[in-house]
């Protein structure tokens, strides 16, 4: 025999104040499918983990608190919280008895909660936030006591049923483990995302039964209770049903994956920026990209990267945690953590490292590596190099296969180019040193010492030729082979042979 809520209770009850809002995210699944060590709502999805993807869309609402039910993993999913979203409380749901339980005890946690719970599963990363208001507008407006969101899919199987009566109203909602064949064949279901009223809800969670395939409380089942005590039950369909796509394994949240892509690329394309293949072109929602920027193919947008107005970026380029200055360009390269000046150029196969920072027409070239270096503008490191812990002033060139040689075993150094500066090809810079305005450095050299402005730096050995030296000491070789005839020709030419040592 169903429950039903006290009379009294409904007769004496006050509707709360629809302002005042309460979120619950039920995280605490263990996720088998997915076959990971990771809480399955950790798993990252472009720049937000399924979780955070969730907490954010419900953010908008602004919820005087909000609440995470978590369980399995709960110390990864605590840790996380305190990085993305430390004002949210989580909740432990030791033993995982169903929905219906979780958000019995994420309301304990918050005794004092009061007008509207907004409930969302963890699992549901492209929902949008204006379908989360959309469905909590509508929930308010009609002062009713549960809301569910639905959808209408495609193929449903393995999801809930939303059961209507003749009339078109909600019935029931009918798990699939449930559901007769009849309601199976039903292609509206649940999008696990619903709208309460706090104190109805309370009420009703304590008449919940376990008596279901699963010997679960199911939050679903507050519905047809609500409904069956004369309460006022809605539902509210989602404009897009790909919105309500939860991820159960790695092949959907492959697909959720790209579906989140096309939805971003096709944003970005739409506020003026040119994306030149969609499909490999992969954003994450946190970055920020200018309008009139070209993004080339094979080029990932990671964390928080900036992309300057009218800056290229790619082909193969992947850019984390990367400021891209107006009229940029990186082309064929990996940055992380870097910064680069308006109308810069990088690459191709170049590396910045964190803390490389380039500063206006500054250029980091072919095969060069960057790391905590500040290059100044206009200033070039074309190819073959590498610059850690370093300071590059303005319009300085730094010969191809420069090192920066930093590292003594145990500290870092610092080392100073000036600006003006001339650097000669394969030079090694010894830290700590200083190379000032103006000066050069001879090809080859090894400095180890400061360079005053304006003066030229040989750090290497003088040449010394050893003729004759190949026909004594390679005897039979092409080479001296081809030294003997290089020799007859010099004679018959009339050279003068130079001694031998």
Known sequence: MTARLSPSRRESHVVSQ?????????????????????????????????????????????????????????????????????GTTPVLQERQLGTGHAVRIALDAVPDATGTV?????????????TVQALVEAHEDAAAAATVLAAEVPDPTGLGRIVRDV?????????????????????????????????????????LSTDNDQGEEYLTDVFALLRDAGEPVAVHCAADHVETLGCNDR????????????????????????????????????????????????????GAT????GALVGPDTTLVDTVVGAGASIVRSHALGAEVGPQASVGPYAYLRPESRLGRKA????????KKASIGDGSKVPHLSYVGDATIGDHSNIGAATVFVNYDGVRKHHTTIGSHARTGADNMFVAPVRVGDGAYTAAGSVIT?????????????????????????????????????????????????????
């Open 363 to 370: 250029k980091v070239g072919t095969f060069v590596e960057t």
């Open 167 to 207: 009339q078109g109203r909600l019935e029931q909602i009918v798990e699939e483990r449930d559901a007769t064949p009849q309601q199976r064949a039903l292609r509206e279901i649940n999008a696990g995302i619903y709208a309460f009223d706090a104190a109805r809800l309370r009420e009703a969670l304590g008449k």
């Open 251 to 302: 092949v959907e949240l492959a697909a959720l994956r790209r579906l989140l892509r096309d939805r971003v690329n096709e944003g970005w394309m739409r506020t003026g920026v040119s994306i030149l293949d969609p499909h490999t072109t992969w954003i994450d929602v946190t970055v920020t990209v200018e309008r009139d920027a070209v993004i080339d193919q094979n080029t990932q947008l990671q």
């Open 449 to 501: 010492g400061d360079v005053p402005p304006g003066a030229m730096a040989v750090a290497r050995g003088q040449q010394r030729n050893v003729e004759g030296w190949v026909l004594r000491k390679r005897a039979g070789t092409d080479a001296a082979e081809a030294a003997r005839r290089a020799g007859e020709g010099a004679s018959d030419t009339g050279g003068a042979a130079s001694e031998g040592d």
């Open 118 to 130: 907004v409930v969302i599963n963890g699992d549901v990363p492209l929902l949008r936030p204006e």
């Open 18 to 86: 629809p302002h005042l809002r309460t979120v619950v995210v039920l995280a605490a699944g263990e996720g088998k499918r997915m076959k990971s060590s990771l809480p399955k709502v950790l798993h990252p999805l472009l720049g937000r983990t399924l979780l955070g993807h969730v907490l954010a869309a419900a953010g908008p609402l602004g919820a005087d608190r909000s609440v995470v039910v978590v369980g399995h993993g709960a110390d990864q999913v605590r840790e996380h919280l305190t990085e993305v979203a430390p």
């Open 306 to 309: 900036v992309v300057g107005e």
